[in-house]
Every structure is written in structure tokens, then in C-alpha cells.
């Protein structure tokens, strides 16, 4: 083996090894916000603070914890290592875990002095938040924190129905939703929303439509990642479900419920609804895109109408589960 091939060689091992002491303690993965993909990510907070929603598994065998600020820093030197390994100069960054907006002002003001002082160039600092995170900081405290850097929070609305919220136990409810948009308008931090499609199940699908939609047209977010409810193998929502408490939509059904919320939106937004667990793979602006949206969604709803062709269209798109969805 030449020289060139060994350095490639280890050059490759170190990338591994920088990866896996830094990410090591999330196991087999952990989840980004789709707005944040390209983000250098750093750990601070493993699993999520409340972990008591019906329908998620992703951090059930997770303890939260907070990071040590000596641990936060050891992982931001790691990744400067790893970046500088690349040769990349990202200027944008993600607090890693379930909801990092639940640390402490002061602890957050901390962590992005950290940033800056390994990456000179810091543009802002994203992280996933429940909406009481955002509640419980003052007006004073967020504007402190867009002025440090902290922009383009993502938060897990899911629906702006209260029944639907209370059924999913996701122990906040639509005022809470929307005041935590109102605050971050208010100190002119930008913000995504996850939106989940079938939460509300076959009962309250209408009303998980309608509420969402006027919810979200009272608010200004930049971006909706509309997602599809899975039935994740840990969640408890799966005895709902065994029980027929819980009737869940088809994908098709899912799709028409998608194409609802869309067209009840009147807000200036960006549609995501790429997410692998949809139907049918969608992005584009509201209101300019909207209508060709609509019209693309109309044409695979009645393409899909039929049994035979739904079925091959499925079988299809979990054949490429690994293949990027498309867009507008």
C-alpha cells in the first residue's frame, strides 16, 4: 500500500472515530429538523425533556440529560477537528437533542460563545423547541438570544387542535402553540413547524385540519415540515390503536388530509412536505406555488384512486425509501 492510500486510510478512520465520540451517545441515530440538515450539529441535551407523547418511540429508552458545559465544549473542538478535516467552513449551527430550548438562558448564552469561539463565522444557531420552552423565557431573554445568534428555532407543533393535542398527550395546547409563534414574532426569531398529517386519526381528522389551518394562518413561521403520523414499534399509541380508540387514516386518506390543511393555508410559507413518510413528495412556496401544488396533489390523488394502482405506487416508494424525494 502506498503512501497516499494510508493517508487516505487514516484520514478516514479519524473522521469515523471524531463521529462517534461525538454522536456515540444517541446510538443508532437521532433526528434533525429537515430546515437544519446542513448544519454543523452539536450535542448538548440528549433525549427530550417531556417524552410522554402518545405517538413517539424516538427517545423511549433515553433518559434526558443536559450536557456538562466542559462536555458541550469537548464536542465543539471535535467537530472544528472534523470540519477542519473536510476542509468546510459551515457557518450554521444546530443545537443536537429532542428540545435544546429547554437549557437555560444563560446555559444557551454559553454555548454560543462556545461556538464562536472555535467557528469565527457563526450565522445563527437553530434547535428543535417545545412550545413551553419558548413560554418560559421572558420577552427580554429571547430578544437576548436572537442577539446572540439563536434564529430559525423548528417547533413540534403537530395540530392546533386542542382534542387532538390532549389525545396525543403532547401536554401543551394550541394557545400554547400559537403564543409561542407570537413571542418569537415578537423578538424577530424565525421558526419552522413540524405539522403531522393523520393525528387526529379518522375521528378528528376534519378538526385536526380546520384547527391546524387557522392556527397557522395567525402565525408567521418561514417553514411547515408537514410529516405522516408512524406508528413507531414503542409508542403507546399502538394500544390505542389495538383497542380501535385510535382509528388511523390510510396513506391515501392521509394524502386528501394533507391536500386540505394546504389549501386552508393563506399565510406566506414554505410547504415541505418531502418527508419520506408521505404519500406523495411536495415542496413549494404559499401563495406562489400553491395552486400548482394543489393541482399535482389532485392529479396523484385520482391517479391513486384505484386499488391496484395505490398498491404498486406504495410498494414503489418504500423499494426507494432511500432515494430523495423531489420538488416544485
Known amino acids: 500500500m502506498n503512501v497516499l492510500n494510508q493517508d487516505i486510510l487514516n484520514k478516514k478512520k479519524l473522521l469515523i472515530d471524531l463521529r462517534q465520540e461525538i454522536y456515540g451517545r444517541y446510538g443508532?441515530?437521532?433526528?434533525?429538523?429537515?430546515?437544519?440538515?446542513?448544519?454543523?450539529?452539536?450535542?448538548v441535551?440528549?433525549?427530550?425533556?417531556?417524552?410522554?407523547?402518545?405517538y413517539c418511540d424516538l427517545n423511549a429508552n433515553k433518559k434526558f440529560r443536559e450536557l456538562s458545559l466542559d462536555e458541550?465544549?469537548?464536542?465543539?473542538?471535535?467537530?472544528?477537528?472534523l470540519n477542519d478535516l473536510r476542509n468546510n467552513r459551515n457557518a450554521r449551527f444546530l443545537l443536537a437533542g429532542g428540545n435544546p430550548f429547554?437549557?437555560?438562558?444563560?446555559?444557551?448564552?454559553?454555548?454560543?460563545?462556545?461556538?464562536?469561539?472555535?467557528?469565527?463565522?457563526?450565522?445563527?444557531?437553530?434547535?428543535?423547541?417545545?412550545?413551553?420552552?419558548i413560554l418560559r423565557k421572558s420577552d427580554d431573554e429571547l430578544k437576548i438570544l436572537k442577539d446572540a445568534g439563536y434564529d430559525r428555532l423548528c417547533i413540534g407543533l403537530e395540530s392546533?387542535?386542542?382534542?387532538?393535542?390532549?389525545?396525543?398527550?403532547?401536554?401543551?395546547?394550541?394557545?400554547?402553540?400559537?403564543?409561542?409563534?407570537?413571542?418569537?414574532d415578537d423578538a424577530n426569531i424565525k421558526y419552522s413547524g413540524y405539522i403531522m398529517l393523520g393525528l387526529g386519526g379518522r375521528d378528528l381528522s376534519r378538526e385536526h385540519v380546520s384547527e391546524t389551518a387557522s392556527m397557522l394562518n395567525l402565525a408567521r413561521p418561514f417553514e411547515l415540515t408537514v410529516v405522516t403520523l408512524v406508528l413507531f414499534k414503542g409508542a403507546r399509541l399502538i394500544e390505542k390503536v389495538k383497542s380501535h380508540e385510535f382509528k388511523r387514516l390510510s396513506p391515501y386518506e392521509t394524502l386528501k388530509e394533507g391536500r386540505d390543511l394546504l389549501n386552508n393555508l393563506n399565510i406566506s410559507v414554505v410547504w415541505n412536505a418531502t418527508h419520506k413518510t408521505n404519500l406523495f413528495p411536495?415542496?413549494?412556496?404559499?401563495?406562489?406555488?400553491?395552486?400548482l401544488m394543489l393541482k399535482r396533489i389532485d392529479e396523484v390523488i385520482e391517479s391513486l384512486s384505484d386499488a391496484d394502482n395505490l398498491k404498486q405506487y406504495e410498494l414503489k416508494r418504500w423499494q426507494n425509501w432511500g432515494v430523495e424525494p423531489g420538488a416544485v
Open 45 to 54: 441535551t440528549v433525549s427530550c425533556s417531556y417524552n410522554k407523547c402518545l
Open 102 to 133: 429547554v437549557l437555560s438562558s444563560q446555559k444557551l448564552l454559553q454555548i454560543a460563545d462556545m461556538i464562536r469561539k472555535y467557528f469565527s463565522e457563526c450565522d445563527y444557531i437553530s434547535c428543535f423547541a417545545r412550545a413551553d420552552d
Open 72 to 81: 458541550i465544549e469537548a464536542n465543539i473542538k471535535n467537530l472544528k477537528a
Open 282 to 291: 411536495i415542496k413549494g412556496k404559499i401563495p406562489e406555488h400553491k395552486d
Open 160 to 184: 392546533g387542535s386542542d382534542k387532538v393535542l390532549n389525545f396525543q398527550q403532547k401536554g401543551l395546547t394550541r394557545i400554547d402553540n400559537l403564543n409561542a409563534m407570537r413571542r418569537l
Open 28 to 43: 443508532f441515530y437521532y433526528y434533525v429538523p429537515m430546515a437544519e440538515s446542513f448544519t454543523v450539529q452539536v450535542p
